[in-house]
């Protein structure tokens, strides 16, 4: 399956999910949010998982939104925003955004968070 910045494996009843963008410490780009999403509930529906390891490739678990992307990048951004800002655009963006994450939370099996 294809997760774009995520790698699923599975062995032995557990799934491991891997951020993957150790070059920028694994930072969640615009897609990393649905394509965690679509990892878990993959986990959660596969009845041979019976465990979730969450971690992150190379030296650092997770820093955080890549601002870089988020905040500096002009152009078509879901998050940058002409002015007058519309609270509720960033609102949606926002609740999408924990909607997605909230699968971690939601999700049928243990999860241990693999934090390095």
Same mark, same amino acid.
Request: no cysteine; aromatic share 8%.
């Given at each position: 399956m294809d997760f774009g910045n995520i790698i699923y494996e599975s062995r032995d009843r557990v799934?491991?999910?891997?951020? +993957?963008?150790?070059?920028r410490l694994n930072a969640i780009s615009i897609t990393m949010p649905e394509n965690?999403?679509? =990892?878990? +509930?993959?986990? =959660?529906? /596969? /009845?041979s998982i019976h465990v979730v390891v969450l971690t992150g490739a190379g030296r650092g678990f997770c820093s955080g939104y890549d601002l870089d992307s988020f905040a500096e990048k002009a152009g078509e951004n879901p998050v940058i925003q002409e002015m007058p800002w519309d609270a509720m655009i960033d609102y949606n963006f926002m609740n999408r955004c924990n909607q997605n994450f909230m699968t971690i939370w939601r999700c049928?099996?243990?999860?241990?968070a693999m934090i390095n």
């Open positions: 799934a491991t999910i891997t951020l +993957n963008r150790p070059e965690i999403a679509a =990892a878990f +509930n993959h986990a =959660a529906y /596969d /009845d049928g099996r243990p999860v241990i």
